[in-house]
């Protein structure tokens, strides 16, 4: 079935720094994918999406791009900050599905 | 903006108590969904619901069950509490697929049960 892989955490980073939070996909047919992102205390809310193979995501300096070759789509941010430690959730959603399915998870802190 | 509330935040129940999970949506989306969230196992589904009176088995729906009089009201049940049942609950919505194959999410109810 449709699954999803992302690197464990924590991830910890000073700020400024580098990220990259890897994640791999294996689904049959053209999924669409998905970074979420949960902020302390709060539900999942949607970070970026890319619908089909090529694609870039992006959304407050976060970028994700759909390869299908590699059938990844790795989360990257160049310079991040304190307010971005949160969980960071990689998903996909098959065409015609109802159900998104979520990797495990990604635990970033971002020290000052 | 779309809204997804949930009944309370944080809930404290007993072995063997009835529990109701309640979750709103505002936004008239024809699909909501139940999740638990665990550390390490990330989101897993437990039911969902595609239509008013519709639910369909998610991947854990041992234990749980689900009811849907209302378009905007999807309660989840947990008929007799037990303690592997401690966990974060999230609610979330979404409008039909082909509109956008975005979901929408509630706070979460962290359950705590003894």
């Known amino acids: 079935g449709d699954s999803v892989t992302q690197m464990e955490g924590p991830v910890t980073l000073s700020e400024e720094a580098f990220l990259t939070i890897n994640c791999t996909y294996t689904a049959t047919g053209y999924p669409s994918l998905f970074w979420y992102v949960q902020y302390p205390g709060e539900g999942l809310q949607l970070l970026l999406k890319?619908?089909?193979?090529?694609d870039k995501g992006s959304n407050k300096g976060f970028e994700a791009t759909y390869r299908k070759e590699t059938t990844s789509f790795h989360l990257e941010k160049g310079s991040v900050q304190v307010s971005d430690s949160a969980v960071y959730f990689c998903?996909?959603?098959?065409?015609?599905?109802?159900?998104?399915?979520f990797g495990a998870g990604t635990r970033l802190f971002v020290k000052a | 903006d779309v809204k997804v509330t949930q009944s309370s935040r944080y809930l404290v129940k007993r072995t063997g108590e009835k529990v109701f999970l309640e979750c709103v949506q505002d936004m008239d989306h024809e699909n909501m969904f139940w999740y638990r969230q665990d550390p390490g196992l990330g989101l897993r589904l437990i039911y969902f619901s595609y239509d008013v009176k519709m639910k369909e088995k998610g991947d854990i729906p041992e234990g749980y069950s689900v009811s849907r009089e209302k378009k905007e009201r999807f309660s989840l049940i947990l008929e007799s509490a037990s303690t592997n049942q401690t966990s974060m609950y999230l609610c979330?919505?979404?409008?039909?697929?082909?509109?956008?194959?975005?979901?929408?999410f509630g706070p979460g109810t962290r359950l705590t049960v003894l």
């Open positions: 998903a996909l959603l098959n065409t015609g599905g109802f159900k998104t399915i």
């Open positions: 979330a919505s979404s409008p039909p697929a082909g509109v956008t194959d975005t979901q929408y």
């Open positions: 890319a619908t089909k193979a090529d």
